[in-house]
T-cell receptor
Framework: GAVVSQHPSRVICKSGTSVKIECRSL??????MFWYRQFPKKSLMLMAT?????????EQGVEKDKFLINHASLTLSTLTVTSAHPEDSSFYIC????????????FGQGTRLTVV | SQKIEQNSEALNIQEGKTATLTCNYT??????LQWYRQDPGRGPVFLLL?????KEKRKERLKVTFDTTLKQSLFHITASQPADSATYLC???????????FGAGTRLAVHP
């Protein structure tokens, strides 16, 4: 299947700093990418939908100024956690889809963010 | 809003038996229902997709059923192996564009 690469896989940062997470589709063009967050033993929760060349669409309760999403090309979307706090510590996962419906989503390996 | 329930927090079975996992949802049926496997500290891996108008789908030792009247999907792993031990996630794709709503997952442990 297609490959989605997420980087970094783990990051530790200090409170108040910003962290950027990259999501790349390596062998297909992803018109849409999704960002999820997962707390321990909990479900993946959709944070936002990222469309190439346009503004991201955020789910209710997700602060767009805190979680900045950029989808500048058909193979790269970035999520920047700004002014990170310990409660932002979580597992962040991206997924990417090609064009059209009825295509499976391909997930990155996830990024474990720890804010200290 | 759509709620998804997956049965029991953990399912323990003996190697060689069939594991059956349940996914129930509350509101209108999705265009597609998907099953994923997730290992600790990793992203989900796609297993099977079933459409709203399909009753059953198979892939090797895996079988998925979809009953839109009961609002339920069952996921079966036959001849289970210890390597099948993982968390299995049910996900609803309401309109076919992979914007997924996930259940909390069922942790499966297959014992030798």
């Amino acid at each position: 299947g297609a490959v989605v690469s997420q980087h970094p896989s783990r990051v530790i940062c200090k409170s108040g700093t910003s962290v950027k997470i990259e999501c790349r589709s390596l062998d297909f063009q992803a018109t849409t990418m999704f960002w999820y967050r997962q707390f321990p033993k909990k479900s993946l929760m959709l944070m936002a939908t990222s469309n190439e060349g346009s503004k991201a669409t955020y789910e209710q309760g997700v602060e767009k100024d805190k979680f900045l999403i950029n989808h500048a090309s058909l193979t790269l979307s970035t999520l920047t956690v700004t002014s990170a706090h310990p409660e932002d510590s979580s597992f962040y996962i991206c997924s990417a889809s090609g064009t059209g419906t009825n295509t499976e989503a391909f997930f990155g390996q996830g990024t474990r963010l720890t804010v200290v | 809003s759509q709620k998804i329930e997956q049965n029991s927090e953990a399912l323990n079975i003996q190697e060689g038996k069939t594991a059956t996992l349940t996914c129930n949802y509350t509101n209108y049926s999705p265009a597609y229902l998907q099953w994923y496997r997730q290992d600790p500290g990793r992203g989900p891996v796609f297993l099977l997709l079933i459409r709203e108008n399909e009753k059953e789908k198979r892939k090797e030792r895996l079988k998925v059923t979809f009953d839109t009247t009961l609002k339920q999907s069952l996921f079966h792993i036959t001849a289970s192996q210890p390597a099948d031990s993982a968390t299995y996630l049910c996900a609803l794709d309401m309109d076919g564009y992979n914007k997924l709503i996930f259940g909390a997952g069922t942790r499966l442990a297959v014992h030798p």
